[in-house]
């Protein structure tokens, strides 16, 4: 009987990559499969919503990497994708939750207790007062600040409809563009990978010609020579 469990799912997606010769960027995508698997493996969603909750509020978790092992799972049919994003959004949204509250209530203290001082305090101040709603839209995709940003929104008091509003479409635009995108892109990579190789031999013609013709108007124009 076929093996229906994510592990299996990922087992059969590490064997299709052993057994051929890949590019470097799918042999990563295969140590990352194999780093993940016991996790997805063994607790399912579960795994993917505690994993991205607890990164959203500073411990190390590989929230992001599971998003992506589960999403490209999900693409081959061992879990469903619905359920992968609404969990992965869910935890982007607590977690920082939990962080911005946590801040508010250490507050200033916090920071000096972290011998941050008192002229980084009015800095970082500043820069929130001014960069602070694209920051949380942004933050969940570098590392650092996807753990950290919930606390600095609080412990700069951020007013807190204005960290929802934004935290919302953050952790939309995360969870969409890494779980939603590693979907589609599992499901079209064979035909995107045709289609690339059809369209090499037109790309590098008209790279060349480009610089052929950069190169015959700075001549003409005596720019080549001067």
């Known amino acids: 009987?076929?093996?229906?469990?994510?592990?299996?799912?990922?087992?059969?997606?590490?064997?299709?990559?052993?057994?051929?010769?890949?590019?470097?960027?799918?042999?990563?995508?295969?140590?990352?499969?194999?780093?993940?698997?016991?996790?997805l493996d063994r607790y399912g969603y579960a795994a993917i919503f505690v994993a991205i909750l607890v990164e959203g509020f500073g411990l190390l978790a590989p929230g992001q990497t599971l998003l992506v092992a589960a999403a490209l799972l999900a693409a081959k049919g061992g879990l469903q994708i619905t359920w992968v994003l609404f969990w992965a959004f869910l935890a982007a949204l607590l977690g920082p939750g939990i962080a911005y509250l946590l801040g508010r209530w250490g507050g200033r203290p916090?920071?000096?207790?972290?011998?941050?001082?008192?002229?980084q305090v009015y800095r970082l101040e500043g820069y929130f007062s001014t960069y602070g709603p694209g920051l949380i839209l942004v933050a969940r995709f570098f590392d650092?600040?996807?753990?950290?940003?919930?606390?600095?929104?609080?412990?700069?008091?951020?007013?807190?409809?204005?960290?929802?509003?934004?935290?919302?479409?953050?952790?939309?635009?995360?969870?969409g563009f890494w779980g939603g995108g590693a979907f589609l892109l599992d499901r079209h990579l064979a035909a995107l990978h045709l289609s690339w190789q059809s369209l090499q031999p037109w790309f590098w013609g008209l790279t060349l010609?480009?610089?052929?013709?950069?190169?015959?108007?700075?001549?003409r124009s005596g720019r080549l020579s001067r």
């Open 110 to 119: 916090l920071l000096l207790r972290l011998r941050v001082s008192e002229r």
């Open 209 to 219: 010609s480009g610089c052929l013709a950069g190169l015959i108007y700075l001549w």
């Open 144 to 175: 650092g600040l996807r753990q950290l940003h919930g606390y600095l929104a609080g412990i700069m008091q951020m007013p807190a409809n204005r960290f929802a509003v934004y935290s919302f479409l953050g952790a939309a635009l995360w969870t």
């Open 1 to 39: 009987m076929a093996d229906q469990t994510a592990g299996g799912w990922l087992r059969q997606a590490n064997a299709a990559l052993t057994n051929h010769a890949v590019p470097a960027w799918e042999q990563d995508l295969k140590h990352v499969l194999d780093r993940v698997q016991p996790y």
